[in-house]
């Protein structure tokens, strides 16, 4: 006949098994408070010159409200910024589970390993700025076991690189980006007048200065350069281009928050050294414009 244990024992045992019992939902809560993410990459403008801009990025790094960081490594691979200028994006993170929070910051984790500009001058080296602010954003990501979140992050060249040449000769690299979920950041575009681009004291003005610069709120009287950690700094700008030798110039920002913005033209936007006060700057006329979630808003000049 098999002896049971004491009765005490078998108490304790009942405990123990209650006591995982009642643990075991907690555990598979915290098991299922991630997301799945993705994280897309696209870049407009371009450094004046720049034939092809080489980088890695190692990885993306998101801040949660609280000042948490989570850094999801990407596959570090050498790619050109300039091919993800149009339709084609570059696919930084798919599939990656996340704690679910809100997040506040996007930031792109750099390597200089290979990383350089070519323009006609010849190859010059990246050196990474040591602060790299990132993107602004105000995700919050829950944990739906049956959809993947998509961000997209887009890169600013223009504003992004500052040539050196004391005491090296090379580009230094400190990104200005804009970032959101893909469906829900807004696009604006318009037409500029081929007249319009070289009037009002734009008169003999190279092709590659014709520029938007977009600033958050009512700016309409306060239009200034960009400069690095310079709180009145455009947020981000667009190339003022045409297809061809004749005919009206376009431009379009994309990847926007919603909100209310200024844009306006500038004709001397290759003067612009981001990590330089500037004064010589000359801008055209200023408007309001209304981004929509997800949508586009058409302004022209």
Not at 8 to 16: F, G, I, P, R
Not at 60 to 87: C, H, K, M, P, Y
Not at 95 to 105: D, F, I, L, N, T
Not at 142 to 160: G, Y
Request: charged content about 30%; glycine content about 8%.
């Amino acid at each position: 006949m098999t002896e049971l244990p004491p009765a005490a024992t078998l108490v304790d045992m009942k405990n123990a098994t209650l006591l995982r019992l009642s643990l075991l939902p907690l555990a598979l809560g915290l098991a299922a408070c991630e997301s799945s993410l993705d994280i897309d990459l696209a870049t407009v403008n371009r450094p004046v010159d720049a034939e092809r801009i080489s980088v890695r990025i190692r990885a993306v790094e998101l801040q949660d409200e609280a000042g948490g960081t989570r850094r999801i490594e990407t596959d570090d691979r050498l790619v050109n910024l300039l091919d993800f200028q149009g339709s084609e994006l570059l696919s930084l993170v798919g599939g990656e589970e996340v704690p679910s929070a809100r997040y506040r910051k996007l930031r792109l984790v750099f390597d200089e390993r290979g990383a350089e500009i070519e323009t006609d001058d010849g190859e010059f080296p990246i050196r990474v700025s040591d602060l790299q602010p990132g993107a602004d954003i105000d995700i919050q990501l829950s944990d739906d076991d049956d959809e993947t979140e998509t961000l997209l992050a887009v890169l600013d060249l223009r504003f992004s690189f500052s040539r050196q040449t004391q005491p090296d000769n090379l580009y230094r690299l400190r990104q200005v980006a804009t970032a959101g979920r893909s469906g829900d950041l807004g696009t604006l575009v318009g037409q500029v007048d081929e007249d319009y681009v070289q009037g009002g004291g734009c008169a003999g003005s190279e092709e590659e200065g014709f520029a938007m610069y977009l600033y958050r709120d009512d700016r309409r009287n306060q239009l200034t350069d960009y400069a690095a950690d310079v709180t009145d700094s455009p947020l981000v700008s667009a190339s003022v281009v045409r297809p061809g030798d004749e005919g009206d110039f376009s431009y379009r920002f994309r990847g926007l928050p919603a909100g209310r913005y200024t844009v306006a033209y500038t004709c001397k936007a290759d003067l612009d050294d981001p990590f330089t006060r500037q004064d010589t700057l000359v801008f055209r006329d200023a408007f309001l414009v209304d981004i929509e979630e997800g949508g586009t808003t058409t302004r022209d000049f």
